[in-house]
């Protein structure tokens, strides 16, 4: 079996070499069977099969992974692997990739995957209208080529080293070619578990899928039963009452509690999720530096560690690139609690009295509004009035976020710094949160793209990294280890995903009944 991490793809340079990669090893420990209960946050009425809109864990954790399959996956280990993609290679410019497609794979429906589901299933982020998140990946294809049938080869606009882990991204599931509509409307995907019932942001129950591709290396579970909690209360007191046996995002709160329950195992992680307070960088007040520069500086980020994250993660600097990245630039001064810098600034904007409301709800990520809070008593000290104004859980993704001048919201970084900037920070892309638009930042994001020299790749992303902390449009206060919890009667592998919730959100996959 052959394996490739981030590191060792670009230190290759991707230079025609083919990436090969199959599934997990079976262990001798995993065994089929059981009903796996989880309880997820993150659900809304809205929800839908509908890849392209996926934004919080209850769909993420439902879609890639579960009912559908990418072209690649970054595995438990971190490293990239093939999924529905077998292998692929690339020039020596990383400008024209060639992906063989497993074959014998068929959906839910028996259609069988093929080549044109590829293109289709890329095609449909780039539509008139289409409101995907994972536009920015796709619209970097310039040509789009079917060899055979389980054969495809996409040309880029221009070079890209880290490709394939971008086809990973859990928006870019594969949907049967001519059947997309009803496949959105009913869940149709290759995925390991098909869809029983779904009623959005209640309930989804799905069932193994038999002699699927994965038998032997993933999915141990008969049946999946996804259970919408949104309430933070309500959904750690379901895990240690039994009534279900896996939750996300551990409220801190209570964790000593759970800690005490014997039925109860707490598992944590440390990846690249970070907590952002993103301003609107072309609406009044915000679009002014001197007035982002204050309120970076009214921010007590040790105070929200200790009190938010009870100490499950550290202290960030206002860019999205965590410790778990490869060019993570440590060496940034840091930014700190500075009432005399606030202050100066503060003046220099003139301004005046600044009065500014925080749009915020829990659905952001678990105590934002206490966080909200904890700002707003510290900015107040400089002469900083934050109105923090609390929202419905409930509707928040599609209501608040990327509507709002300022909000809270979160990110569960990314394996490569070009797809964390790509998704939030690049020129009119959909998740650009902040409406973040600068020159330079543009310029070097194009440039660190197709560089496939690793030491001027550090370079460009550390000066990336550097203008969001000390000119951006979004405070980002701290990075969150991610703290979930389950039934000890579950196993799982050797090694727990970091590069999202949940196991990489394929605990349906990756976990079993011991």
């Known amino acids: 079996m052959s394996q490739i991490s981030r590191r060792s793809l670009l230190k290759t340079g991707v230079a025609a070499g083919v990436l090969s990669a199959t599934g997990l090893p079976l262990r001798a420990q995993a065994k089929k069977g059981g009903r796996l209960r989880m309880g997820l946050n993150g659900a809304n009425t809205s929800d839908s099969w509908d890849a392209r809109t996926h934004s919080d864990a209850f769909m993420i954790n439902c879609g890639h992974g579960c009912v559908f399959d990418c072209l690649t996956e970054v595995g438990p280990d971190g490293q990239l692997r093939g999924e529905l993609a077998e292998s692929w290679e690339a020039s020596a410019d990383a400008v024209k990739w060639t992906f063989k497609l497993r074959q014998g794979v068929t959906f839910h429906n028996g259609k069988a995957f093929g080549a044109d589901d590829v293109l289709a299933s890329l095609a449909m982020h780039t539509e008139e209208g289409a409101k995907s998140a994972a536009k920015p990946i796709v619209s970097a294809i310039s040509e789009m080529k079917k060899i055979n049938d389980h054969e495809v080869e996409l040309t880029l606009a221009a070079g890209n080293a880290d490709f394939p882990f971008l086809l990973s991204d859990y928006h870019i599931v594969m949907f049967p070619a001519g059947q997309i509509d009803e496949a959105i409307a009913k869940g149709i995907g290759t995925g390991m578990y098909e869809v029983v019932s779904f009623d959005p942001g209640v309930r989804f129950v799905g069932k193994r899928v038999a002699s699927h591709y994965k038998d032997g290396s993933a999915g141990w579970f008969d049946e999946i039963e996804y259970i919408a909690i949104n309430d933070t209360s309500a959904r750690m007191n379901a895990l240690m009452t039994g009534q279900v046996d896996a939750v996300n995002r551990v409220d801190f709160k209570t964790e000593p509690l759970m800690r005490a329950n014997p039925r109860v195992t707490i598992f944590e992680v440390t990846g690249n999720q970070h907590y952002t307070l993103p301003m609107l960088s072309d609406v009044a007040p915000f679009d002014n530096l001197d007035v982002r520069l204050a309120l970076k500086y009214a921010v007590d980020r040790n105070e929200l560690v200790d009190k938010i994250l009870q100490g499950h993660g550290a202290v960030a600097n206002d860019h999205p690139i965590g410790p778990a990245n490869q060019y993570y630039a440590a060496d940034l001064p840091q930014i700190e609690y500075d009432p005399d810098k606030a202050k100066f600034h503060l003046d220099k904007s003139g301004i005046g009295e600044l009065n500014v409301d925080l749009h915020i709800a829990n659905a952001a990520f678990n105590g934002a509004v206490d966080a909200g809070q904890l700002y707003q008593s510290s900015a107040k000290k400089i002469g900083i009035n934050i109105n923090v104004v609390q929202e419905p859980d409930d509707g928040y993704w599609s209501n608040v976020w990327l509507k709002k001048p300022w909000c809270a ?22 998740w650009n949160e902040s409406n973040w638009d600068d020159p330079r930042f543009q310029e070097l994001l194009y440039a660190g793209r197709k560089e496939l020299d690793s030491a001027k ?39 727990i995903g970091n590069n999202f919730q949940m196991d990489g959100s394929r605990m349906a996959e990756r976990w079993w009944f011991s």
């Not at 979160?410 to 020129?427: C, P, V």
């Open 409 to 430: 919201s979160y990110y569960s970084g990314r394996a490569t710094e070009d797809w964390m900037f790509a998704t939030a920070y690049e020129a009119g892309v959909p």
């Open 457 to 495: 790749r550090r370079v460009i992303y550390h000066e990336m990294q550097e203008i969001l902390s000390t000119r951006g449009s979004t405070v980002i206060p701290m990075y969150a280890n991610y703290v979930d919890a389950a039934s000890s009667a579950l196993a799982h592998g050797e090694n």
